[in-house]
T-cell receptor, first 114, second 114 residues
């Protein structure tokens, strides 16, 4: 099955700096990579996702890059703000048609220091 | 409004009790999921239903029993639980399989087993 590793487990940055979170996956056939943000006491919410036919996707201050050869993908947050403080999870699906199995990383707790 | 509603938000139960968690989705999605979220562990998939048919069962102990009476409702029946079952139980839904569409989570039920 799919194995997803996420680093770092905790990350502290000064407000305005950039933050980068990295994930690796094991199944070379995986083709969809979402990122979820979970604020304290709240539900995980999708913030950005990327499919394997593109190498990078941006949405305002958030970007995700994908390296299929190396089997890793990264979340980039620029100009961080205190409201970016949360736990971020990467995920990858079990490959194959009809798969409902999404494997999550262990999460990265991001703290943005004002 | 989350689109996926879970009740109760908090539940405390003894090891001999029987209780049920309820989830309802208002998004018209075809698949519904139960995830377990414990401290310092990745989100763990427990069960998946697609069009009311169970399609995934990840070696979950029989003291957890899911029920999906229709595509909008999902239950998790609990009995004879152990203290290590204390966790946040998240319900989610998706339009299609996870390689094609994202998960939408509810706010979860915080379960404490005493």
């Amino acid at each position: 099955g799919e194995n997803v590793e996420q680093h770092p487990s905790t990350l502290s940055v000064q407000e305005g700096d950039s933050a980068v979170i990295k994930c690796t996956y094991s199944d070379s056939a995986s083709n969809y990579f979402p990122w979820y943000k979970q604020e304290l006491g709240k539900r995980p919410q999708l913030i950005i996702d990327i499919r394997s036919n593109v190498g990078e996707k941006k949405d305002q201050r958030i970007a995700v890059t994908l390296n299929k050869t190396a089997k890793h993908f990264s979340l980039h947050i620029t100009e961080t703000q205190p409201e970016d403080s949360a736990v971020y999870f990467c995920a990858a699906p079990e490959a194959g048609a009809g798969s409902y199995q999404l494997t999550f990383g262990k999460g990265t707790k991001l703290s943005v220091i004002p | 409004e989350t689109g996926v509603t879970q009740t109760p938000r908090h539940l405390v139960m003894g090891m001999t009790n029987k209780k049920s968690l309820k989830c309802e989705q208002h998004l018209g999605h075809n698949a519904m999921y139960w995830y377990k979220q414990s401290a310092k562990k990745p989100l763990e998939l427990m069960f998946v239903y697609s069009l009311e048919e169970r399609v995934e069962n990840n070696s979950v102990p029989s003291r957890f029993s899911p029920e999906c009476p229709n595509s909008s409702h999902l239950f998790l029946h609990l009995h004879t639980l152990q203290p290590e079952d204390s966790a946040l139980y998240l319900c989610a839904s998706s339009q299609e399989e996870v390689g094609l569409s994202p998960l939408h989570f509810g706010n979860g039920t915080r379960l404490t087993v005493t």
